[in-house]
């Protein structure tokens, strides 16, 4: 697998504020890389550095082996970027967005004629080619943006939350997409919030917290690092013991849902806690990114 | 990359391009309302106001007032269409369509989107001023007017200069001004007094007025078209015309690209 994308030591300052601070990122062909994090860990600044938008303070980003800091143009010939927010033309139609975002490359991208109806073709957009995109449907409105970003032909391609938004039905249908852009050996950087979506699209992930890499690798490394073993849930109004028994062993109050406590615990702290309480009521279950997200967000 | 360089780029060229195929989807809109705007104007202050109007002096000669209008007519309709273009069309697009997002996500900068603004507004004010040549053509072909049309083309390289600097300011209001509603500030506090003070539709003699209009760019370029079209000392303002826009497009042009930097990108 060769390497498409190459990111060491990013830092980025913004309003005063340092929001991404030392953050490495490598992304291959053929691969899904999701990067995750609550909100304000500097996901969206850090993407928006390695596909070119913004420049790093420190750090260099290679894509394809090009530096984009030194041939910024030739290195964004092979990004593609999906944003977060619908970004098409509103002036044109679908068809023409596709033919007009074609115009801002160089070389130009060949054999247009071809390309541009096969693309609409793949993203189901054929029928709604000659309306305008703000009649779309929201997930067809993503498929737009996808497939706009395909029209150049990257080797590498950016997702910035792209199912946000959607209805399941939808989101699949991206996910569809998604794994197939990822078997023609696209490599992806996807950002997300679904914790079930960069668990079963994400070859690998890297989680950031307060700008930093915290944890990096497939999704059971990372949650084996960060979270725990297992996870037990149990009713917080019920279990007056446990939270002594969480800070005899130096940790603070759990993630609490809905009146629930979460609480991660590797396996010799699970037959602890069922010595410690025999009679108490609860279920244990395998941790999920939602309780990394819960737990970096009780962070100070 | 330098910013200056930029102008240059094909990427430049592709935002232009862009704009450009807008405009030209239908033809109504894009050609009709320069067509008819002056039509209006030379009735209402040719024909109508021009009726009161005794007598005016240009270069120590009575004119009629519609003719001494018509090139003023055309100045004032380069400033005004490079800097709306400007301030509304670059902050619905920048604002509200996103377009500019869109266009940075591939290999089109933010200083290449500045410079296809400003050469747009100064490319759409340029088929403004071509459009209400044609159609001063017609009124001197029909004896309302006597101007010099043979020099008509010669005018437009100048119309593209300084509509390209006044799409430059227009611009920093753009970058500065946090919603559309704002616009009212400049086009009621600097837009409108500069267009109506230039000596575009009546002439300049009040002393302050003179001294003020020394370093306003719509001034010279009325007082060139002037010159040209109706006959009168051309040098003087041609110089001043062209070194003021190229003044102000080494000022605006950086400063416009540090604003939209801070706005556009959040740096």
């Known amino acids: ?300 | 990359m330098s910013w200056l360089g930029a102008a240059v780029d094909w990427q430049s060229r592709a935002v232009v391009a862009r704009h450009l195929r807008v405009y030209l989807r239908n033809w109504y809109t894009a050609f009709l309302p320069p067509a008819l705007e002056p039509v209006t104007m030379l009735v209402a202050f040719g024909l109508g106001l021009g009726g009161y109007v005794a007598s005016l002096s240009w270069q120590g000669r009575p004119i009629e007032y519609m003719t001494y209008v018509a090139p003023g007519l055309l100045a004032y309709a380069t400033f005004m269409t490079a800097i709306f273009q400007s301030l509304f069309g670059a902050f619905i697009r920048m604002r509200y369509q996103r377009t500019w997002e869109g266009q940075l996500t591939t290999q089109i900068e933010l200083t290449h989107v500045i410079w296809g603004e400003v050469l747009w507004a100064g490319l759409l004010a340029t088929m403004y001023a071509a459009i209400i040549a044609v159609v001063l053509v017609g009124f001197h072909a029909a004896g309302f007017i006597t101007i010099e049309i043979a020099w008509l083309p010669l005018l437009l390289p100048v119309s593209f200069l300084a509509a390209c600097a006044f799409g430059a300011l227009g611009l920093c209001f753009t970058a500065m001004l946090p919603t559309i509603d704002h616009m009212n500030l400049p086009v009621f506090l600097l837009v409108l007094p500069m267009g109506l003070l230039s000596s575009t539709y009546f002439p300049l003699e009040h002393p302050v007025l003179i001294a003020l209009n020394l370093a306003n760019p719509l001034y010279h370029l009325a007082q060139t078209f002037r010159g040209v079209l109706i006959g009168g000392p051309v040098a003087v303002p041609l110089a001043g015309v062209a070194a003021l826009s190229a003044l102000m497009l080494v000022i605006l042009v950086p400063l416009d690209l540090r604003l939209l930097r801070r706005r556009v990108l959040g740096e």
């Open chain 1, 1 to 300: 697998m060769s390497l498409l994308l190459e990111a060491r030591g990013l830092v980025k300052q913004l309003g005063g504020r340092r929001v991404v601070d030392g953050v490495d990122l490598l992304c291959g062909e053929g691969q899904i890389v999701g990067l995750l994090g609550p909100n304000g860990a500097g996901k969206t600044t850090t993407l928006r550095m390695l596909y070119g938008f913004l420049r790093p303070d420190a750090g260099r980003i290679h894509v394809g082996g090009v530096e984009l800091g030194r041939d910024l143009a030739r290195a964004k010939r092979s990004i593609g970027v999906c944003t977060q927010d619908d970004t098409f033309d509103g002036d044109f139609t679908v068809e023409q967005n596709l033919t007009i975002a074609a115009s801002y490359f160089r070389p130009r991208p060949t054999d247009l004629g071809r390309r541009v109806p096969e693309l609409l073709e793949r993203f189901e957009l054929t029928p709604f080619a000659s309306q305008k995109p703000e009649t779309l449907s929201g997930g067809y409105r993503r498929r737009l943006m996808i497939a706009r970003a395909l029209v150049h032909s990257p080797r590498l391609l950016f997702l910035d939350e792209p199912t946000t938004g959607l209805d399941p039905q939808a989101r699949m249908g991206v996910w569809d997409l998604v794994a197939r852009l990822r078997s023609e050996g696209l490599g992806l950087i996807l950002t997300t919030h679904y914790m079930d979506e960069a668990e079963r699209l994400s070859d690998a992930l890297t989680v950031l917290a307060r700008g930093r890499v915290v944890a990096q690798g497939t999704a059971k490394t990372v949650l084996g690092d960060l979270v725990g073993e297992h996870v037990v849930v149990l009713d917080a109004a019920a279990a007056p013991g446990v939270a002594a028994w969480l800070r005899q062993r130096g940790r603070g109050e759990p993630a609490g849902v809905l009146g629930a406590w979460h609480v991660p615990v590797s396996g010799e702290e699970l037959a602890d806690f069922a010595r410690a309480f025999p009679s108490l009521r609860y279920e244990v279950r395998v941790p999920t990114l939602d309780d990394l997200f819960l737990k970096l967000s009780l962070e100070p």
